[in-house]
């Protein structure tokens, strides 16, 4: 996959707060810059660096922390300089929030955002597996570029914050949802993230419970997680309850982390007076699972119970996000796949693209294992690459040789190769070996057929082969073509002989003694063979051998 790299780009990303934070302190302003335009259009594993040395605080202060938000990842930096990878495919949101040595803060800057090109789908092309040497293949490559979507963007609250009070008495806060499907909730899909925006300046106190209009709840966090912040709280507001700065803390199917008190050693970023937990997607203590059969319309409950003292918080509100959809406002941005010859093209031995039709080439394999590539590079300069393995097998050059002492006639080459025989036109059934025993003298031909499917042929007009032991004399077999029910006659004596019937690749079919035989003897026979060619042979104890070829229909 190729990556890009640019040069620094004169873009700003400012973030500030015109009014006096909590505590009096003037809030810094954050600006940075990137080697990137906004949106940035990018390859997966490209690398994009920001600068946000042009940050300030106010006079007399200095800044001390850049927390840049990449996604739903927080990474603190001592210095303005931070360069960020970008590994998977998506849309991802590039905020800063800096933090002065008072620990008066910024707040997130408005979004920076990344557009991280997919890998297009090349499962409809169909390349074959194995091919044989000189036959032409057609090749059309069908790749299908992902949309640009962005996961479900979780829910704005409407005006329902609270104070959360320092008391075992729970704070309540109702949300008013109407307007959803009648019935009740029947799959976790439709209800969507149950996200907070709130502050407290101790997690470890606190029991937050969500309950449905029937009643049906589920605890979202109990205790747990000791004196680390949610959001940046104010921590000295006393009893009268100054709202600090909120974050998002959301609980849904796809959580990013455990539950609050799981995280507080592994997912915490640094606010004016602690450390917080990070915005982001949490894990409920109860499974929301216990929410199914829930009412959707009606009035929902969130509450907050306070079990030690001294620490207050706010809820700036909360929300359902009812299982909104992924954000598609990206689509028309999204990586468009290339169509000339030079960003649409197969590699490969034998190979000939054709310019005039996108993804369209012709192959002329040669014998042997090949490989060939399909490159598609998309409107953002990202090359992709699908790869196929193709066993070539070699025609094979048959030729038949006849073995006049055993009555054979043998294709070539031998080996591991099916074959099938035909006589007169007419192929013969069970003649699939690599020698066959003509009935005549007719034309006799063969097809051999390679592991790969090649197949090459040879025909003999006429053969010498004639069967030992054979001097076409003493005796006859009546009627011949027959249904497997026919008589022999004999003109000489037969002291003690063997009758074998067998089929042209020399399987005994049958096998019966004939006793003695006198000349003029007639023996009736009724045999269940298949259909095709047979060789009748009877052996006597005297050395007397009696050979005919009979055809069964």
Request: hydrophobic share 40%; charged share 10%.
């Amino acid at each position: 996959m190729k990556q890009r790299y640019a040069l620094f780009a004169a873009f700003l990303i400012q973030s500030s707060f015109a009014s006096a934070q909590a505590g009096g302190c003037t809030a810094p302003v954050s600006l940075f810059t990137s080697t990137s335009d906004n949106p940035a259009t990018i390859c997966q594993g490209d690398v994009i660096g920001f600068n946000a040395s042009a940050s300030y605080a106010a006079p007399g202060h200095s800044i001390e922390h850049w927390i840049w938000r990449v996604g739903a990842d927080r990474d603190t930096m001592d210095i303005a300089l931070a360069v960020f990878t970008f590994p998977v495919a998506g849309v991802f949101e590039v905020t800063l929030e800096v933090v002065d040595e008072a620990g008066c803060a910024s707040g997130e800057s408005a979004p920076f955002i990344v557009l991280v090109s997919g890998t297009p789908d090349f499962s409809q092309t169909l390349v074959p597996a194995v091919a044989c040497e000189g036959d032409a293949i057609t090749l059309q490559a069908v790749a299908e570029q992902p949309l640009m979507i962005r996961d479900a963007v979780t829910c704005t609250p409407p005006s329902n914050g609270t104070p959360l009070i320092d008391s075992p008495t729970a704070t309540i806060s109702l949300l008013e949802v109407t307007g959803q499907p009648d019935g009740a909730l029947a799959d976790l899909d439709d209800l969507g993230d149950i996200c907070l925006e709130m502050e407290h300046s101790y997690v470890g106190d606190l029991v937050l419970t969500v309950a449905c209009p029937n009643g049906q709840s589920v605890v979202l966090h109990q205790q747990g997680g000791g004196g680390t912040f949610l959001g940046d709280a104010n921590d000295a507001d006393g009893s009268s309850i100054v709202p600090g700065n909120c974050f998002q803390y959301c609980f849904g199917l796809s959580p990013e982390h455990g539950t609050f008190a799981a995280s507080v050693d592994i997912a915490t970023v640094p606010v004016s007076q602690g450390f917080a937990l990070e915005p982001g997607r949490y894990t409920s203590i109860q499974p929301l699972t216990q929410l199914l059969g829930c009412p959707l319309n009606g009035t929902w409950t969130f509450s907050s119970s306070d079990q030690l003292g001294s620490d207050n918080g706010y809820l700036c509100g909360w929300c359902i996000s009812f299982g909104e959809q992924p954000d598609s406002s990206f689509i028309a941005q999204g990586p468009v796949l290339g169509s000339s010859p030079d960003s649409s093209f197969w590699t490969g031995t034998g190979i000939t693209n054709l310019s005039d039709q996108s993804g369209t080439a012709i192959l002329d394999p040669e014998a042997g294992t090949q490989v060939l590539s399909y490159t598609v590079v998309d409107s953002y300069g990202c090359e992709y690459q699908a790869t196929y393995p193709v066993a070539v097998g070699a025609v094979p050059q048959v030729e038949i040789t006849e073995n006049t002492e055993l009555g054979l006639v043998c294709a070539q080459p031998a080996g591991a190769f099916s074959y099938q025989w035909s006589y007169q036109d007419q192929i013969v059934v069970g003649a699939a070996g690599a020698c066959f025993t003509p009935p005549g003298p007719g034309a006799i031909s063969v097809v051999v057929v390679t592991s790969e499917g090649c197949s090459g042929s040879a025909t003999l007009l006429g053969t010498s082969v004639v069967l030992p032991g054979t001097d076409g004399a003493g005796w006859i077999v009546f009627p011949n073509p027959n249904n497997g029910t026919f008589n022999f006659a004999v003109d000489r004596t037969i002291t003690q002989g063997v009758l074998r019937i067998t089929d042209m690749t020399g399987r005994c079919v049958h096998q019966r003694s004939t006793g003695a035989l006198h000349a003029g003897s007639i023996l009736p026979l009724a045999v269940d063979i298949a259909p095709g060619p047979y060789l009748v042979e009877v052996v006597d104890q005297g050395d007397v051998r009696l050979q005919q070829r009979i055809v069964v229909k």
